[in-house]
């Protein structure tokens, strides 16, 4: 299996995130993508090449222009106002307030994030394009003909809409390169997410279509972040009613429960018969993660990979079925 990866992500590096009442280090650090990539190493997973450079038209195609134009000069916008520190939203145009985009960069921050947690600093732009174009990469070696490709993106996308950034996530690369695979004469996506939190992203760009089936297993958004949207009952609307899967689970979830609905998952993606797979592989449903309350052990990971392959354990309906994967 190929790995697509790039050094640039090391550009984006915050200083703070707000959490539990504090400015901390942020824990989505360079430091998560060495890990990963001494792990690749030590397993032998696969040869590690760069990415392509795709340009931003497959972005265009998932966010929209002012969106991406806001992202390419904010951190230059912030400098001019408030010198060489991390951009930081102040408030939010919640209920009671007009969605409007103010003329200042604070304004514009607080109208295209959703959360305190996300800090934009001056190479996150350069990290944010080479991390799509891991994701892009990845696309093009599926269409190549490779069975799977392991995108290594960081940042990663998931929690990113098609105007809105937040949870560590600016540019959707999983719903990047769900569209570009259709774009390439695709016809049918599964998105796969099953980090810990739940991709609203993800779920926002494509709940109104039936091109893309999204299903998502994450903590219970009565208890968990993002809070506001990954509820069981949101299942699609119009032409994309019944193309939106939800499983939220409690703090505490084992491998049992967190199994049995992977199952009813994977069975939805069968019935669906994708002609690809697309997963946002979070791994922060293991039991020591810092910021995640699942119970997932290590060999646990290694059976979720057993349980997506096409033809184990089920007889997938399409033979020409590949798999990406890929973080957030
Ligand atoms: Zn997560």
Redesign the pocket.
């Given at each position: 299996m190929f790995i697509v990866y790039s050094d640039d992500h090391r550009h984006h590096f915050g200083k703070y995130e707000l959490i539990d009442g504090q400015f901390v280090t942020p824990f989505e650090c360079p430091e998560r993508m060495d890990r990963i990539m001494q792990s690749i190493a030590a397993v032998k997973l696969g040869e590690v090449v760069e990415p392509q450079d795709f340009g931003l038209e497959p972005v265009a195609r998932v966010h929209s222009p002012e969106y991406i134009n806001f992202m390419r000069t904010a951190h230059d916008d912030w400098r001019q106002a408030h010198g060489n520190t991390d951009a930081m939203p102040i408030c939010w145009p919640n209920r009671n307030l007009r969605q409007i985009v103010p003329q200042e960069i604070d304004g514009k921050l607080s109208y295209y994030s959703f959360d305190a947690g996300t800090p934009i600093t001056a190479g996150t732009w350069q990290a944010i394009t080479a991390s799509v174009n891991v994701a892009l990469t990845g696309v093009d070696l599926v269409q190549k003909g490779h069975k799977s490709v392991f995108s290594a993106c960081r940042p990663p996308g998931h929690h990113a809409a098609s105007d809105l950034y937040g949870g560590y996530c600016f540019f959707n690369n999983a719903a990047v390169a769900a569209q570009a695979l259709l774009d390439g004469g695709a016809e049918r996506i599964a998105l796969l997410d099953i980090?810990?939190?739940h991709g609203n992203g993800s779920q926002a760009i494509f709940y109104d279509r039936d091109d893309v089936l999204y299903i998502s297993l994450h903590g219970d958004p009565r208890q968990e972040f993002p809070y506001f949207l990954g509820y069981k009952e949101e299942s699609g609307r119009e032409i994309g009613e019944g193309y939106n899967c939800n499983f939220p689970l409690p703090w505490g979830t084992q491998w049992p429960e967190f199994k049995a609905c992977l199952d009813t998952g994977l069975n939805r993606i069968q019935a669906y018969a994708p002609d690809s797979l697309v997963v946002s592989l979070?791994v922060?449903t293991y039991e020591k993660d810092p910021i995640?309350k699942f119970r997932l052990k290590s060999e646990h990971f290694l059976e979720i990979g057993d349980q997506m392959k096409p033809n184990k354990p089920r007889s997938w309906l399409n033979p020409t079925y590949k798999t990406q994967r890929g973080p957030g």
């Open positions: 980090d810990y939190h979070g922060d995640s």
